[in-house]
């Protein structure tokens, strides 16, 4: 996928360079690709990796994903969801069909999508920060030196760049991961749907992805984790002593990974507003643009529409702070929305309400998967 990096050296890349290999950066490639123009995608992960969150693509996401041309006959299938507060169990079906599909394979699909529509793609490289120079944006890499260019996309996800820095700091909520292998009664239990299993200050979901497997997702308070002296093991003996549900589903399990994957500094909520600061050329996607709840399942589609409209307001010749107030004014209600469930579902005093609603009236969680959704963003982001 690399070509030969002196020439890298010695002259900017030609055309938009995107910082970041996951859906949103492969999304822009994608779409900076099939609008005829060259693009540089710099990914830091050599290999196939896993990622934290993502493994739960709404109906939305399938239909970019399938538009690109992917294929997603591996993924499993989601069609119903559980809520699930102490001995309370409310299920529903989900107002759409939906597809569980780990970041790791998901990723390795999208970016060689891009490769193959003609985006040139640099693995393992990790780019330390962004400055500008003369009018330029110079990305500092050690591995490819200094490369100064007129644009770049900004695809990072939760992780942060020297000098591009989300403004908001945070939820102090820690997010984890763990891939599961669950005995044969219990993932028969849990096909077809995904489940929310509410704690005091946070949530954990369950889902199966490709090849059987079952993913287990944590968002808990910080202090929570601490009092688990940070053991995956001890957390997790906490969750399922209060969620006898989830000691079931996990009762003989096999853990996948050597320890789970964490990310801290969720700043859920999260809008970019353009300031006047901001570099001209820069736009920021996905994750570094807008952050909806973890709990609406619509990342990944955010992600993707997100990559193909800042492509796309790219070749119109717009500005990214064009793009930027677009991009705002598509996702600001289902944000705002999205916030309110996700404080209702967080709060303790809450809790048993949002339960106890959900199990009288199961079609309160199917409109709260409507009106979470980021349908007009989808739509002006479509890349076929």
């Known amino acids: 996928?690399?070509?030969?990096?002196?020439?890298?050296?010695?002259?900017?890349?030609?055309?938009?360079?995107?910082?970041?290999?996951?859906?949103?950066?492969?999304?822009?490639?994608?779409?900076?690709?099939?609008?005829?123009?060259?693009?540089?995608?710099i990914e830091r992960s050599a290999d196939a990796a896993d990622k934290v969150c993502g493994d739960f693509l709404s109906n939305e996401a399938v239909a970019m994903i399938e538009a690109f041309g992917v294929d997603l006959a591996a993924a499993s299938t989601i069609t119903a969801l559980r809520l699930?507060?102490?001995?309370?169990?409310?299920?529903?079906r989900l107002p759409f069909t939906a597809r569980g599909l780990s970041r790791r394979v998901l990723d390795e699909a999208l970016l060689r999508r891009a490769a193959a529509d003609g985006a040139t793609v640099l693995r393992g490289h990790r780019v330390a920060a962004i400055g500008q120079v003369r009018g330029a944006l110079r990305i500092d890499c050690a591995s490819l030196g200094r490369v100064d260019a007129d644009t770049v996309f900004v695809a990072?996800?939760?992780?942060?760049?020297?000098?591009?820095?989300?403004?908001?700091?945070?939820?102090?909520?820690?997010?984890?991961?763990?891939?599961?292998?669950?005995?044969?009664?219990?993932?028969?239990?849990?096909?077809?749907?995904?489940?929310?299993?509410?704690?005091?200050?946070?949530?954990?979901?369950?889902?199966?992805?490709?090849?059987?497997?079952?993913?287990l997702c944590t968002l808990l308070p910080a202090a929570m984790v601490r009092a688990a002296a940070g053991r995956w093991d001890s957390l997790l003996d906490a969750l399922t002593d209060a969620c006898p549900h989830l000691r079931a589903r996990l009762a003989g399990a096999v853990p996948?990974?050597?320890?789970?994957?964490?990310?801290?500094?969720?700043?859920?909520?999260?809008?970019?507003?353009?300031?006047?600061?901001?570099?001209?050329?820069?736009?920021?996607?996905?994750?570094?643009?807008?952050?909806?709840?973890?709990?609406?399942?619509?990342?990944?589609?955010?992600?993707?529409?997100?990559?193909?409209?800042?492509?796309?307001?790219?070749?119109?010749?717009?500005?990214?702070?064009?793009?930027?107030?677009?991009?705002?004014?598509?996702l600001?209600?289902?944000?705002?929305?999205a916030s309110v469930i996700h404080r209702l579902c967080l709060m303790p005093r809450s809790q048993p309400l949002v339960a106890a609603v959900c199990s009288l009236w199961p079609g309160a969680m199917r409109t709260a998967a409507v009106v979470t959704r980021a349908r007009r963003l989808t739509q002006i982001g479509y890349v076929a």
């Open 1 to 41: 996928m690399a070509p030969a990096l002196p020439s890298l050296r010695r002259a900017a890349l030609p055309g938009p360079v995107i910082i970041g290999g996951g859906p949103a950066g492969a999304a822009a490639a994608i779409a900076l690709a099939r609008g005829g123009h060259g693009a540089t995608l």
């Open 84 to 92: 699930v507060h102490r001995n309370r169990v409310a299920t529903t």
């Open 156 to 215: 990072t996800g939760k992780h942060e760049l020297r000098g591009t820095q989300r403004t908001d700091r945070g939820t102090g909520l820690v997010g984890r991961k763990m891939y599961y292998r669950l005995c044969a009664l219990q993932h028969e239990a849990l096909r077809h749907h995904v489940e929310l299993a509410l704690f005091p200050g946070g949530y954990a979901g369950l889902q199966l992805v490709e090849a059987d497997r079952a993913v």
């Open 256 to 330: 996948l990974l050597d320890r789970p994957l964490a990310v801290a500094g969720l700043p859920y909520g999260y809008i970019h507003d353009q300031g006047p600061r901001d570099p001209a050329g820069l736009f920021r996607l996905g994750d570094q643009a807008a952050v909806i709840a973890s709990l609406t399942g619509d990342g990944v589609a955010l992600a993707l529409a997100s990559g193909s409209l800042a492509a796309r307001s790219w070749i119109a010749g717009e500005s990214a702070a064009h793009y930027h107030r677009r991009l705002a004014a598509g």
């Open 332 to 337: 600001l209600r289902q944000v705002r929305r």
